[in-house]
């Protein structure tokens, strides 16, 4: 296994230099190198003395801002009644700081029904979050997922709606398409007729 993979697959909390599972419903059976929380901590040594003259070689760039993208939709197939989780993921930005509200019919839902994921890097250096909000569907309910940001003068919003397909939409789209079907048919028929009858016609 690469080092690359185990800092995929665990965080190290620098201020005890002790590993912490990222993945441990995927690690349960999987024991890291035991000496990767202490070289990690080396690293970020470097780190504090490089940066500082990094910064002052480059005369101090400004950070990039980035403006975030979301999106919201349903861990599972969508059932009235069932419970479900909602996923707000949140990319593409910079930087790594956003504040992520949920609504239900309008209203703030409560955060011990919301969970976060840390904030993971994309290759672009951007970044990337998921909000999860657990619910149990409810015909015509609304949720909104609301990002804030520093790059945004307002919250980017998006809403997802529970929608119920009764039996009778079903139906009433079963004949609209039926109905389109043989519309074509009929113009494809009447089209061939017409070209027969004009070779005739030459004939």
């Excluded at 965080?11 to 349960?28: D, G, M």
């Excluded at 024991?31 to 005369?59: F, H, M, Q």
Aim: charged share 15%; with cysteine; net charge negative.
């Amino acid at each position: 296994m690469t080092r690359d993979l185990f800092l995929v697959l665990l965080l190290i909390c620098l201020p005890k230099c002790i590993q912490v599972p990222r993945l441990p419903e995927f690690a349960e059976q999987w024991i890291p190198d035991p000496g990767l929380a202490k070289d990690t901590y080396v690293s970020l040594g470097t780190c504090k003395y490089n940066i500082p003259r990094a910064i002052k070689g480059e005369n101090s760039p400004p950070e990039a801002i980035v403006i975030p993208t979301s999106l919201i939709y349903p861990k599972q197939d969508m059932e009235i009644g069932v419970p479900n989780t909602l996923i707000c993921f949140v990319n593409d930005f910079h930087p790594p700081v956003v504040d992520i509200t949920w609504t239900r019919n309008g209203q703030f839902v409560d955060q011990s029904e919301v969970s976060q994921t840390q904030y993971y890097s994309n290759s672009d250096f951007s970044f990337r979050t998921s909000s999860y909000l657990n619910f149990t569907p409810q015909e015509n309910d609304i949720y909104s997922c609301s990002v804030g940001h520093i790059s945004l003068q307002a919250p980017l919003t998006r809403f997802w709606e529970v929608e119920v397909h009764t039996d009778h939409q079903t139906v009433a789209t079963a004949v609209c398409v039926c109905g389109v079907i043989l519309g074509l048919i009929g113009v494809v028929t009447g089209l061939w007729f017409i070209m027969k009858a004009n070779k005739y016609h030459w004939v």
